[in-house]
């Protein structure tokens, strides 16, 4: 978002006819700031489960999963997206598949206003599997959970703690990169949907969190074999196996 952008709100230049023809309401920043967030969040199941269908089913294929695999899932609304369901299909009656939801603690969090030790809004400490022995999981999949760990090098040292060796970890995102700022800007319909969404939603601009696929590959240097990522259509994998 340009500098001009930043000190003018779009919301701002709604005119009186406007109003006249859509209603007052659209003037009442709490009201539209429900609306703007409903379009904002809310629609992992719908991104998952029908627009990211193909990269979801590539995440599982680089899982390797087998039936038997103990399975910890971490992520944001892992039952409404399937993620579950689809794993527990793969790993079958003698398999389990262990689930950590996160999606409340992440809009708290960025609600909240709330900034992690790597200063990024809306993150904090993974301290979910502490008590977990060492080596108990076949896998663990990062299904929409990516960006809201402040410290990608510390979480993944502890998911790789508690799975066995020649495992997979799996860490996949539909998230806000600085590529969709990018691509908005090369349209200017495009580029004040998006200000228009942000702002009136309570957002100063993109401020999400976010780590890219060469932050991850620094983080996760030296604890993986064969480390890998994979970046289609905003919806982003990376992947490597536990020595």
Request: glycine share 10%; aromatic share 10%.
């Amino acid at each position: 978002m340009s500098d001009k952008a930043k000190r003018e709100n779009p919301w701002d230049w709604l005119q009186p006819h406007d109003m006249r023809r859509m209603g007052e309401d659209i003037a009442d920043p709490q009201h539209r700031a429900r609306w703007c967030t409903a379009i904002l969040i809310g629609g992992l199941p719908y991104l998952w489960r029908h627009k990211a269908a193909p990269i979801r089913d590539l995440a599982y294929s680089k899982l390797d999963l087998k039936p038997g695999h103990k399975v910890l899932i971490l992520g944001e609304s892992v039952a409404s997206c399937g993620f579950d369901r689809d794993i527990e299909a793969i790993v079958g009656p003698d398999g389990h598949v262990s689930v950590i939801d996160i999606i409340e603690q992440a809009r708290d969090a960025t609600v909240q206003g709330k900034r992690g030790r790597n200063g990024k809004l809306g993150t904090w400490r993974y301290n979910y599997t502490s008590e977990t022995s060492a080596e108990h999981y076949d896998c663990v999949a990062v299904l929409q959970a990516v960006q809201h760990s402040d410290d990608w090098h510390e979480a993944g040292t502890e998911l790789l703690r508690i799975m066995k060796p020649g495992g997979t970890l799996l860490l996949a995102e539909i998230g806000f990169s600085p590529q969709l700022q990018m691509a908005a800007e090369l349209d200017l319909h495009l580029e004040y949907w998006l200000d228009k969404l942000f702002m009136g939603a309570g957002f100063p601009g993109m401020e999400l969190a976010y780590h890219s696929p060469a932050e991850l590959h620094q983080a996760f240097q030296g604890l993986l074999l064969s480390p890998t990522s994979f970046v289609w259509k905003g919806a982003e994998l990376f992947w490597g196996v536990k020595p």
